[in-house]
């Protein structure tokens, strides 16, 4: 087949170089997913040395996140940092991180960026955040957010007191959606 050359932005690589990155990466993304259920375990022991949960990119489904937060919503933990991008969940999912917001007392940081949550999802968030008194950061840059879902985050800020930073960046909003925020 010859030596294919892919480049990118800092070096090239050969393609067997390539294949070889991608398998490594596979590998590890599989063995981090199978810890899942063990950090869920942790936390439903109420390990409370446990504060940051990052799953980011490990094909974290809704059954996955109703697991994974039903320790978080009983109070069980002191978690306080939740990073789930590039994952595979929807308004559903975005409904189940909405029950963590409106109960939880702990997570200061929430990123959702590049799941497929939609207006529905931003919707059932921007509820939960009209109750949240503590999150502060929080990422919804690239999940389809229509300017349905991005007026009613708008209307939550106005309740929501502790949110300082919060990321849109990637979604399908108009100009009537950016208006509905900085008003």
Known sequence: MGNIAI?????????????EVKRQKQLENKRVRSLIPTY??????SD????????NGLGVDTNIL?????PINRGQTCVTELYLEHNWFGSEGAAVVARVLSHNIHLKIVS??????????AMAIANALEQNTVLQRLNLGYCEIDDDGVKKL????KKNHSLKYLNLEGNFVSSEGVRSLLN
């Open 7 to 19: 480049a990118f932005a800092t070096s090239t690589i050969s393609f067997s170089e390539f294949v």
């Open 40 to 45: 869920i375990a942790r936390l439903n022991r």
């Open 48 to 55: 409370e040395t446990i504060t940051t949960i990052n799953l």
């Open 66 to 70: 109703r697991l994974l937060t039903a």
């Open 112 to 121: 959702l960026s590049h799941n497929h949550i939609g207006g529905i999802g």
């Open 154 to 157: 708008a209307t939550s800020l």
